[in-house]
């Protein structure tokens, strides 16, 4: 059975964001006003830089490059499924590969008993005030209220104290949204598709994490210069 997504569009005062990749900056979106600003997901990168060195030298740069590429993909994949299915489009598995599906159809119930009232999909966020930008996967109302939603994939089930970095991803989205909607979001959720295991949705008040956000981004712009 294919649920029916009710769509509550709240347009933005630009389109898109213009998205740029440099080795030496990492990703970053150009504003309608010309501004360049960094990207949440390379702003959290310092968060991990260290951890992910070690991780590298331990398990050798081939396996660890092909650890990353399986893992992108399949969050890639997953994210496109998610979006079509819940655009009301009946094609949302079509050409897709069994463990895609499977993923797809952990969190599917999740979607159909939990979500509704979309705002927005995909929808490219910038904050003047703060200085970066980002791409939020879902605005939603998730249990009758609005939440910024965010999917992940995952080998193996999380702990909510490994995970900060989602919770303050999805704290600049509600803040963004607000500077461009006046429209307030407090809360978040993540809901993660765990291969060979049952989904898992944390949701997380934005206010426990907008201050994290903040002194990372200072952190950012203290060793980056942006």
């Known amino acids: 059975m294919t649920k029916h997504f009710t769509h509550l569009k709240r347009k933005l005062k630009y389109e ?3 998205v740029e990749n440099s080795t030496v900056n990492g990703r970053t979106y150009l504003t309608p006003t010309g501004s360049r600003y ?12 260290e951890s992910i060195r070690k991780w590298r030298e331990r ?10 590429r399986k893992a992108s993909s399949r969050g890639t ?6 979006e079509k299915y819940i655009d009301n489009d009946s094609t949302y598995i079509d050409k897709q590969m ?22 927005a999909q995909e929808i490219a966020l910038y904050s003047d005030h703060f200085k970066i930008a980002g791409r939020a996967d879902c605005i939603a109302e998730l249990d009758g209220e609005l939440m910024i939603i965010d999917y992940k994939t995952s080998s193996k089930p ?17 803040a963004a949204y607000f500077e461009a909607t006046n429209i307030p979001i407090k809360k978040s959720a993540i809901i993660i598709a765990v291969e060979g295991s049952e989904p898992q949705v944390f949701i ?20 980056r210069g942006i």
């Open 16 to 18: 898109d964001l213009v």
């Open 38 to 49: 960094p990207s949440i997901t390379t702003v959290l990168g310092i968060l991990s830089e």
């Open 59 to 68: 398990v050798g740069a081939e396996e660890a490059n092909r650890i990353s």
């Open 77 to 82: 994949k997953l994210h496109l499924v998610a």
């Open 98 to 119: 069994p463990h895609v599906i499977e993923l797809f159809n952990s969190i599917k119930p999740i979607l159909d008993s939990r979500v509704d009232n979309v705002y």
């Open 158 to 174: 999380k702990e909510k104290d490994w995970i900060s970095s989602y919770f303050i991803q999805a704290a600049f989205y509600a």
């Open 204 to 223: 997380e008040d934005r206010d426990d994490h907008i201050h994290d956000f903040m002194k990372l981004r200072k952190q950012f712009k203290e060793e």
